[in-house]
C-alpha cells in the first residue's frame, strides 16, 4: 500500500468532510449539489480515468473494500435514522409502511427485473437479481434529501418520517430479494426453494428481526440503569449509539443473520426504550456521524466506477437509466395511492414516486451478488443505476422539494372546486 496515497485520502476525507460541514447550505441550496454528488465527482476526479491520484486497486480488491465499506455506512446511516424517527413510529404507522414495503418494494423489484431483461437483453434470473439488487431505497442518499433547512421548512414531518422510515426497513428486506435469484443461480431449483424458505427467511430475515429487538432493548436497558447509577456522562451517548449499530451489525452476521435489517430494529427498539431522552441529542447523532462514516463510500464508488463496462452498454445503458428512474417507483406508488392515506394528496405521491433513490444499499447488494453469484454484470449496471439516481434526484433534491408547498396548494384549491 503507497503511503502517500494514505495520506493522500485522508487529506481528501477529512478536507470533504471540513468543506461539507463549512458549505452544505450554499452547496444544497445554491449549487443543489447533495453530498452524496459531491463526494461522488471528487472520486472520480481522483480516480485512475482523471487524475489517477488514489487507486483501490493498491490498497487491495476493490470489491471487498466497496462492500465492507457500503456495509459499516449503512449500519451507522440505519441507526441515525432509527434514533430520528419519532419513538413508537414504525409501530404506529405500520399500515402504510405495510403497502410500501409488502407491495411497493415488490412492484419495485418487477418493475426494475423487467426493464433489465426487455432494455438490456440479459438472462431471466439475472435480471431478477440486478431488480433486486437496485429496488431498496437508499437510506443514506434518502437523508440527504429529507433532512436540512429546506426539507424541514418544505416538507411535512409524516413525508420526511415515513421516507426514512422505508428506506431503514427496506434496506434489510431487499436480502431475501436479493438471496433468491442467487441461489437459483447458484443451485438446483428445489435445492433453492428449501434453503431460501428455511435458511434465508426463517433465519436470516426472522432471527436478525429477533436478535435486533433483543439488542436493542437490552442496550436501551442498560444505558437508563448506568444513568440511575451515575456511571455514564452526556457525552457518551454519541459514542454508545455508534457502537451498538456496529455491534448489532457484526453480532448478528457472525450468528448468519442479516445484520443490516437488525441494525434498524436494534435501534428503533432503543429509541422506544430510552424515549424520555431529549429528542436533539438524537438528532446530533445522526448529524455527527453521518458525514464522517457516510460521504467516503461515495468517494470509494467514484474511484471504481467501470467506465468500460459502461461504454459496453451503449446506448441501451442510456435509455435503461432514464426509464428506471421514470418507471421503477412512481408507477407503483400512483397505483396503490388508495392504500397510502398519508399521500392524500398528488403532490405527496409526486415527491415519494420520485424521490425513492439508489445508493449504498445496492453498492453492497452488488458486491454481495458478484461475490455469490460470480455475476460479472452485476456492477455494470447496479453502478450506473446508482450513479444516474444520485445525480439525478441529487440535484432535483432542493427544486423539487421548495416546489412541493405549492403543488400540494394548487391541489387543495382543485379538490375545493
Not at 433486486?132 to 420526511?160: C, K, Q
Not at 436501551?220 to 454519541?238: N, T
Not at 445508493?359 to 458478484?370: E, N, S, T
Request: hydrophobic residues 55%; aromatic residues 10%.
Amino acid at each position: 500500500m503507497n503511503s502517500i496515497e494514505v495520506n493522500l485520502a485522508l487529506l481528501v476525507l477529512g478536507g470533504l468532510v471540513l468543506v461539507l460541514g463549512l458549505l452544505s447550505g450554499f452547496l444544497k441550496e445554491r449549487l443543489f449539489l447533495s453530498d452524496p454528488v459531491v463526494a461522488l465527482l471528487l472520486g472520480v476526479v481522483l480516480s485512475p480515468a482523471v487524475f489517477g491520484a488514489i487507486d483501490l486497486h493498491h490498497w487491495g480488491q476493490p470489491e471487498g473494500i466497496l462492500e465492507q465499506s457500503a456495509r459499516i455506512a449503512i449500519g451507522i446511516q440505519l441507526m441515525g435514522i432509527a434514533l430520528r424517527l419519532p419513538p413508537g413510529f414504525v409501530r404506529q404507522k405500520w399500515r402504510p409502511l405495510t403497502v410500501l414495503l409488502g407491495l411497493v418494494m415488490p412492484l419495485m423489484w418487477l418493475a426494475s427485473a423487467l426493464l433489465v431483461y426487455l432494455i438490456l437483453g440479459l438472462p431471466f434470473w439475472v435480471s431478477m437479481l440486478l431488480g433486486a439488487v437496485i429496488s431498496p431505497t437508499d437510506p443514506v442518499v434518502a437523508t440527504s434529501i429529507v433532512t436540512g433547512r429546506v426539507a424541514e421548512r418544505n416538507l411535512p414531518d409524516r413525508i420526511r418520517y415515513i421516507l426514512s422510515a422505508e428506506s431503514g426497513i427496506n434496506d434489510g428486506l431487499a436480502y431475501p430479494f436479493v438471496m433468491l435469484p442467487i441461489l437459483f443461480l447458484t443451485r438446483s431449483p428445489g435445492e433453492a426453494v428449501w434453503h431460501w424458505l428455511s435458511r434465508t427467511l426463517l433465519w436470516e430475515v426472522v432471527g436478525a428481526v429477533i436478535l435486533g429487538l433483543t439488542a436493542g432493548y437490552l442496550a436501551g436497558w442498560l444505558l437508563k440503569w448506568a444513568e440511575r447509577k451515575q456511571l455514564i456522562d452526556k457525552q457518551s451517548f454519541l459514542a454508545y449509539t455508534v457502537a451498538l449499530s456496529l455491534v448489532v451489525l457484526a453480532g448478528v452476521k457472525l450468528m448468519g443473520g442479516d445484520g443490516i435489517l437488525a441494525v434498524f430494529v436494534a435501534g428503533c427498539t432503543f429509541s422506544m426504550v430510552v424515549r424520555n431522552r431529549d429528542r436533539a441529542e438524537e438528532e446530533e447523532v445522526q448529524e455527527a456521524v453521518d458525514r464522517l462514516f457516510t460521504v467516503y463510500v461515495f468517494v470509494i464508488l467514484g474511484l471504481f466506477i467501470p467506465w468500460r463496462g459502461w461504454m459496453d452498454l451503449g446506448w441501451r445503458g442510456v435509455i435503461f437509466a432514464i426509464a428506471l428512474l421514470l418507471l421503477r417507483r412512481l408507477p407503483a406508488i400512483f397505483a396503490l395511492r388508495r392504500w397510502l392515506p398519508e399521500c392524500d394528496r398528488r403532490a405527496d405521491l409526486l415527491f415519494m414516486g420520485w424521490f425513492g433513490p439508489i445508493g449504498v444499499a445496492a453498492i453492497f447488494y452488488a458486491m454481495l451478488a458478484l461475490r455469490k453469484a460470480g455475476v460479472g454484470v452485476a456492477w455494470d449496471v447496479a453502478s450506473l443505476a446508482i450513479c444516474a439516481s444520485i445525480v439525478v434526484h441529487g440535484f432535483t433534491a432542493i427544486p423539487f422539494t421548495k416546489l412541493y408547498p405549492s403543488l400540494r396548494e394548487k391541489g387543495r384549491s382543485e379538490n375545493r372546486h
